[in-house]
């Protein structure tokens, strides 16, 4: 367990102006500074060059490993949104509040405090810094040196360097099937915690899908709990003669607000918050979900199938997120790669899971198994 103390600070010079934030993180016994961020951000308000400030200290403390944090700043605005004494009213500081909430959840525990300016005065020089390099067309840089501890690795992502040497063993082996077409998946609409049926297209893509895994021995099929995955997964368990295991890790993010809107319609009428979540997973829809839970759901979900079906063949019925995570998980790739990654309706993808090695992707979005009128490009 690693406590540390941040101090966050963020300044704007005409409110709003140029504006830029900085933030330190401190060894809670020793004081000692274990790291030191700061950034011009343009032009921004006092107050939203704070929240940056506070992003920048709790993702630091991610970054080397911390559990607990004491979080120290002189923004009372800031200080009492985070510590649920005030509602965040101005529409501009929500997703800056959302994304701050969704950081402090990645922790054991997150204390709030307010303290006088003279008591901030290291961040509040970075922040300073970071302004006039800003003006002088310059990048923020570090003015002291000091010690850089090494990025944390979860223990799923923390393995040995086999180059060219396959892993030993028996692998875990999932076939990732996205459920068949919906209407929503039709239009392409946000389709999270909404329980739409099967089109008619669907359930014949969830036929071929399940002719073609009736190929291969496999020993359990696993399923989201929503009616789109369960019919696809039930097209499968009726060709292999097996049952149905529900996973609710599987389930799709909760798209909140968002959810049968297209993207065009989100971005018009919350295009701050859509700004916000395209550029972190932390930053959740109206009444949503963060990708950042995703990401953890679905990794207790996925260690669950592999202790229970260790060595064998499952298929796992989900949905665009869950199996892009799943996917982003086996290569190590940032969060950004969810973005970068498209998935068909009923297409197959495939991840070998090694005990004693790094995953590896043998297939990724194949519809080969569907005809030309089976096929559909909706989200």
Not at 199 to 212: E, I, L, P
């Amino acid at each position: 367990m690693t406590h540390v103390v941040v101090e966050a600070d963020g300044g704007s010079r005409g409110n709003p102006g140029p504006a830029g934030f900085g933030a330190v993180v401190r060894d809670a016994a020793t004081g000692e500074v274990l790291r030191e961020v700061a950034a011009g951000i343009g032009v921004a308000s006092n107050n939203v060059a704070e929240y940056r400030g506070l992003i920048a200290g709790l993702e630091a403390a991610l970054d080397i490993g911390a559990d607990e944090v004491d979080v120290r700043m002189d923004s009372l605005l800031v200080v009492n949104h985070m510590s649920n004494k005030w509602k965040v009213k101005h529409e501009a500081m929500r997703p800056l509040a959302s994304q701050a909430a969704g950081l402090v959840r990645r922790f054991r525990r997150v204390d709030f405090t307010h303290v006088p300016r003279e008591h901030n005065k290291h961040a509040d020089r970075l922040a300073n810094e970071a302004m006039d390099d800003a003006a002088a067309g310059r990048e923020w840089a570090r003015r002291t040196e000091v010690p850089q501890p090494e990025p944390r690795q979860s223990a799923q992502r923390t393995s040995k360097n086999y180059g060219w040497t396959a892993p030993t063993g028996t692998a875990t082996t999932m076939w990732l099937l996205r459920h068949g077409e919906t209407p929503l998946s039709v239009e392409k609409r946000f389709s999270g915690r909404g329980d739409p049926a099967l089109t008619d297209r669907g359930v014949a893509q969830a036929k071929a899908a399940a002719h073609r895994l009736a190929e291969h021995t496999i020993a359990a099929v696993i399923s989201s709990p929503l009616r789109r995955a369960m019919q696809t997964a039930q097209a499968v368990a009726d060709a292999l003669g097996v049952k149905v295991v529900v996973e609710d890790g599987f389930v799709e993010t909760d798209f909140g607000a968002w959810e049968g809107l297209t993207f065009a319609e989100v971005r018009s009428r919350w295009p701050d918050q859509m700004s916000a979540w395209l550029a972190s997973p932390d930053v959740a829809p109206t009444d949503g979900e963060p990708f950042s839970e995703t990401f953890e759901r679905v990794r207790r979900a996925r260690e669950s199938v592999v202790a229970g079906y260790a060595g064998s063949t499952v298929v796992i019925v989900s949905h665009v997120t869950p199996i892009k995570v799943l996917v982003r998980e086996a290569l190590e790739a940032p969060s950004q790669v969810l973005y970068r990654l498209h998935l068909d309706t009923a297409s197959l993808s495939l991840v070998d899971w090694w005990n004693d090695g790094p995953a590896v992707v043998r297939l990724f979005n194949d519809t080969s198994h569907l005809g030309n009128d089976l096929l559909t490009h909706g989200r």
